[in-house]
Nanobody, 121 residues
Framework: QVQLVESGGGLVQTGGSLRLSCAAS????????MGWFRQAPGKAREFVTT????????NYDYSVTGRFTISRDNAKNTVYLQMNRLKPEDTAVYYC??????????????WGQGTQVTVSS
């Protein structure tokens, strides 16, 4: 129903910026909230940020608050993650995901393949 493809990852120096894109397709895409997650080598996948397609509300993990911004372009069916003032600890594979709202909680049903972000120190 929903296919997600991330892009925009790469190598950047500490303090630099990157913008990730998540291109979505599928007839039910507009009904899903969207989120970004990341996974560093040897660590568990962790939450980064979410955005709701109906109201545009957002939520961020404390570690990225003030540095990262999630946004959307409904006309392009695309979700973005603007990352500023990057730190080495931001190095990870970043995944885009689409979630259903079930009993007031988000259940992520669809995932992209990920894009690598590497921040050099």
């Amino acid at each position: 129903q929903v296919q997600l493809v991330e892009s925009g990852g790469g190598l950047v120096q500490t303090g630099g910026s990157l913008r990730l894109s998540c291109a979505a397709s599928g007839r039910t895409f507009s009904s899903y909230a969207m989120g970004w997650f990341r996974q560093a080598p040897g660590k568990a996948r962790e939450f980064v940020t979410t955005i709701s397609w109906n109201g545009g509300s957002t939520n961020y993990d404390y570690s990225v608050t003030g540095r990262f911004t999630i946004s959307r372009d409904n006309a392009k069916n695309t979700v973005y993650l603007q990352m500023n003032r990057l730190k080495p600890e931001d190095t990870a594979v970043y995944y885009c995901a689409a979630a259903r709202v079930v009993d007031g909680t988000l259940r992520y049903d669809y995932w992209g393949q990920g894009t690598q972000v590497t921040v050099s120190s």
